[in-house]
């Protein structure tokens, strides 16, 4: 919805053009000095202004919902700074509160597997699964928009099949692969897994993004005796960047977040990953609350900004992977 | 093909000396941006699935494929009782098998979530704000779902837990407990978790199709006189149902494969004596903790894909 009335006039009435001599724009000279007043009394403006009681509710209604939405992470975070005795208590209770930051230090090195290293694991694994995925995925994406091929339609629907498989059922094959070629328990292995796991909706998402690309920007190219390689890198790909942030958000975010594969294909304590460490920061009795909120925020953290970052491509791409 | 391709394959006919309908440039072309990507697609997700799908139907030693023992597999999958107990069953009664719980877990989860979606957008759709509000929904989706579980644990703990609290609080104490350990309720718990998450994603998708539809069609209706139920009726919810289609498919998607939450909130086991365990959960244990049953994993992981592929295709067909 607009906030601008549409009752105003957007172009300078008859009047006023006579008056500035048919000029389009007032002189500078006889420009006043204050806006014109609106010509409503004081009275309708509040009127206007106010909210109707169901409004009111409205706004109340929904900022309940949201902050009932969030108040589980908010305890998380707070949990997340306090000492186990507080916890217990209850993180709610805020009087006589401790902030202390033991738990980030004991989640940073933690004996089985320091959540810094797990981290930077994390790290290591993304990156590279992202980027190649982005490339691949934008190259393979072109001639699926703009080429006719033998195959064609069954590389499509191999495409769709793996969407939605569930990642469990590429997990026995991949073990036995990753086994054979040596990559098993390596961050090579981890990354070609979670590449070719993510191929497919990327391949798919770019192809329904390059069909809205016109084709005459290509003729054109094609005219001007550009190869097919040139207007791939000279025309479909600056063109698609909005599309490839999305691409690189979500898959950001999807790798990073991925429990499974790491679970499977990850057996070493030194190169386990954020996601990993934190179901074994639970304790055998007392669960250790402050430890895995720590860990818990640290691992989030990434994901998290990066969506406030850049929510826009987030939630675009989010809406167009699978509305499309 | 289309007439462009055609011209292009004249001009590549006239430019090379070999033969005229078939294009080198753009067979070799085409070769260079496909391969790559479709190499690795196909050696580590489509051979999977494929590898997968035949191994249901050979006897295995821990990880080497033996032989040929036709629907073995499938047969002993569906009558062990961690699949399907049908005793629990009839006496609706926990554990009932994962493929069940896995069931009931989509009967309760996708509809609540739809509407709890829907109805978050349209509360969400005309307010200052709306874009923290939404987004503080939304977070939950964007967080990795092991915390997701690791909170759930630690929402529902008797001690430091914020829903038992309000139990409490609202004088019904005596319903305090262990939600996630309770073999009996604890399935519902981590439902309720499920749908705390999946909403957010929901109302995100809702939300762009509300915000797609004209002003001036609601205008016009609210100078017909229509009041909000008439309005949702016949002009909101005509234009969002096909948003409703894709709710409900990527909601069980979801569903078939959650396999995170289960595992931060009971382990490999899947909650006391299997109570709440998943199909996911099921083809987890059997093809790495011992004793080893690939047979089983692969049987468990095509029935996962089996229940969501006609609808996957539903959603390729409908655009």
Redesign the interface.
């Known amino acids: 919805?607009t906030e601008d009335n549409p009752f105003t006039p957007t172009e300078p009435s008859a009047e006023t053009r006579a008056e500035t001599g048919g000029q389009r724009y007032t002189p500078v000279d006889e420009i006043p000095d204050v806006a014109p007043s609106k010509e409503l009394d004081w009275r309708t403006r509040i009127v206007a202004a106010t909210p109707t009681a169901w409004r009111v509710l409205?706004?109340g209604?929904?900022?309940a919902?949201?902050?009932l939405?969030?108040?589980?992470?908010v305890?998380?975070f707070m949990?997340s700074f306090r000492p186990l005795g507080e916890?217990?208590?209850?993180?709610?209770h805020l009087e006589g509160m401790t902030v202390t930051l033991e738990n980030y230090r004991r989640a940073w090195s933690y004996q089985t597997a320091p959540m810094g290293r797990a981290l930077f694991n994390t790290l290591i694994v993304t990156v590279p699964s992202v980027l190649v995925v982005m490339l691949?995925?934008a190259?393979?994406a072109?001639?699926f928009a703009k080429?006719?091929?033998p195959l064609k339609t069954t590389?499509f629907f191999?495409?769709?099949?793996?969407?939605?498989?569930?990642?469990?059922?590429?997990?026995?094959?991949?073990?036995?692969?990753l086994?054979e070629i040596g990559l098993f328990d390596t961050y090579m292995g981890l990354i070609?897994?979670h590449?070719?796991?993510g191929?497919?909706w990327v391949?798919l998402f770019l192809r329904n993004y390059l069909l809205g690309i016109p084709?005459e920007l290509e003729?054109a190219a094609r005219i001007d005796g550009a190869?097919?390689?040139q207007i791939?890198r000279t025309i479909i790909l600056p063109l698609s960047t909005p599309a490839l942030v999305s691409v690189a958000v979500i898959q950001f975010?999807w790798v990073?977040?991925a429990?499974?594969f790491p679970?499977?294909f990850m057996r070493s304590p030194e190169l386990y990953l954020a996601?990993q460490v934190?179901?074994l920061m639970?304790g055998r009795i007392q669960?250790e609350?402050g430890l895995?909120?720590a860990g818990?925020v640290l691992?989030?953290a990434a994901?998290?900004i990066?969506?406030?970052l850049l929510?826009r491509y987030?939630?675009r791409g989010?809406?167009a992977a699978?509305?499309? | 093909m289309s007439l462009r391709d055609h011209i292009d394959g004249l001009e590549g006919g006239h430019d090379s000396t070999g033969d005229p309908a078939f294009d080198r440039e753009k067979a070799i072309a085409l070769a260079v941006f496909l391969v790559p990507g479709m190499t690795l697609f196909g050696i580590f997700s489509v051979g999977p699935i494929v590898y997968s799908a035949v191994g249901s139907f050979f006897s295995w030693d821990a990880f080497t494929m033996q032989s040929f023992v036709g629907l073995d597999n499938w047969f002993r999958t569906f009558r062990d009782p961690l699949i399907v107990h049908w005793e629990n069953i009839r006496q609706y009664r926990f554990p009932m098998g994962a493929l069940t719980q896995n069931l009931l877990w989509v009967v309760l989860h996708v509809p609540i979530s739809t509407l709890l979606g829907l109805g978050m957008a349209l509360l969400f759709a005309d307010l200052r704000g709306r874009r923290i509000l939404r987004s503080m929904v939304f977070l939950g989706f964007t967080v990795p779902t092991i915390v997701i579980g690791l909170v759930l644990l630690f929402v529902y703990d008797p001690q430091a837990g914020v829903f038992n609290e309000l139990l409490r609080v609202v004088g019904q104490g005596q319903l305090v407990r262990n939600w996630t350990q309770s073999p009996q309720v604890a399935i519902y718990a981590l439902v309720a978790g499920g749908i705390w998450v999946q909403t957010g994603f929901n109302m995100l998708l809702y939300s762009s199709a509300l915000s797609a539809i004209d002003p001036s069609l609601i205008e016009s209706a609210k100078v017909d006189g229509a009041g909000p139920y008439r309005r949702f009726r016949d002009i909101i919810w005509p234009l969002v149902k096909p948003v409703t289609a894709v709710v409900v498919i990527m909601g069980i998607i979801w569903v078939m494969r959650v396999f995170d939450i289960v595992y931060a909130a009971g382990g490999t086991a899947g909650g006391p004596n299997h109570s709440y365990s998943v199909l996911g959960i099921e083809v987890y244990r059997a093809a790495f903790e011992p004793p080893i049953d690939y047979g089983k994993a692969m049987v468990v992981a095509l029935v996962q894909l089996l229940i969501v592929a006609p609808l996957a295709a539903y959603i390729a067909r409908m655009n």
């Open positions: 919805m409205k706004y209604v929904a900022i919902v949201a902050v939405w969030i108040v589980p992470f305890g998380l949990a916890i217990i208590q209850g993180w709610w691949l995925g190259m393979a072109y001639p080429f006719e091929f590389l191999l495409i769709l099949l793996v969407m939605a498989a569930p990642p469990e059922l590429v997990a026995m094959g991949n073990y036995n692969t086994r070609l897994v590449i070719g796991w191929l497919g391949v084709k003729e190869s097919r390689y791939f975010t990073w977040n429990f499974f679970l499977v996601p934190l179901p639970r669960v609350w895995m909120a818990s691992t989030m994901p998290v990066l969506f406030l929510e987030y939630k989010m809406v699978v509305a499309d």
